[in-house]
């Protein structure tokens, strides 16, 4: 069990990466924070992971809140007993044309993609120096490396989809 007696924060960990995530480290040993907006989701997937045996807490996150990020990094903690990784999972992608899209829906991607990293990393090296120990990982899409046409077609409808 490489993760074991390690505790783990996940943030936007209901969907997809982030369910993959949780239940990889879960098999693993750790002590999994299962944070999303949704709390009823990020419950559902600690039973789910307790049901098999592991460790979770289901938490209610919104990631670009500073005050609410700081609270969840110190219950984690507690609840945990350690953060020894976050795994930076939150994302969320604009599908509309950049000429079309208005400025707050920018700063909002912006806010949850790169600020709540940031705001997660923040808090959670607080927990890490004192132990003289932790990992943090980010995670984005291939897209910001190689770009996508099908998001700048003018036709194309606006959606807000999870990365």
């Known amino acids: 069990m490489r993760f074991e007696?390690?505790?783990?924060?996940?943030?936007?960990a209901t969907g997809g990466i982030g369910r993959e995530t949780c239940?990889?480290?879960?098999?693993?040993?750790?002590?999994?924070?299962v944070t999303d907006l949704d709390l009823k989701l990020a419950e559902?997937?600690?039973s789910e992971i307790e049901e098999k045996g592991g460790k979770a807490v289901g938490y209610e996150l919104d990631v670009t809140d500073q005050e609410q990020t700081d609270t969840i990094v110190e219950q984690a903690a507690n609840?945990?007993?350690?953060?020894?990784?976050?795994?930076?999972?939150?994302?969320?992608?604009?599908?509309?044309?950049?000429?079309q899209l208005p400025l707050d829906e920018w700063r909002k991607v912006i806010d949850i993609?790169?600020?709540?990293?940031?705001?997660?990393?923040?808090?959670?090296?607080?927990?890490?120096l004192k132990n003289k120990s932790g990992k943090i990982v980010n995670i984005t899409s291939v897209v910001g490396h190689t770009g996508n046409l099908s998001?700048?077609?003018?036709?194309?409808?606006?959606?807000?989809?999870?990365?």
């Open 44 to 46: 559902r997937l600690a």
């Open 5 to 12: 007696n390690k505790g783990v924060v996940v943030t936007g």
């Open 79 to 99: 609840d945990l007993g350690s953060i020894d990784i976050i795994f930076c999972n939150a994302g969320i992608r604009e599908i509309e044309p950049a000429h």
């Open 113 to 128: 993609n790169l600020t709540s990293t940031f705001l997660m990393s923040k808090f959670a090296i607080k927990k890490m």
């Open 151 to 163: 998001l700048i077609h003018i036709s194309e409808p606006t959606r807000r989809t999870p990365i």
């Open 23 to 33: 239940l990889q480290f879960a098999a693993e040993g750790a002590a999994v924070a």
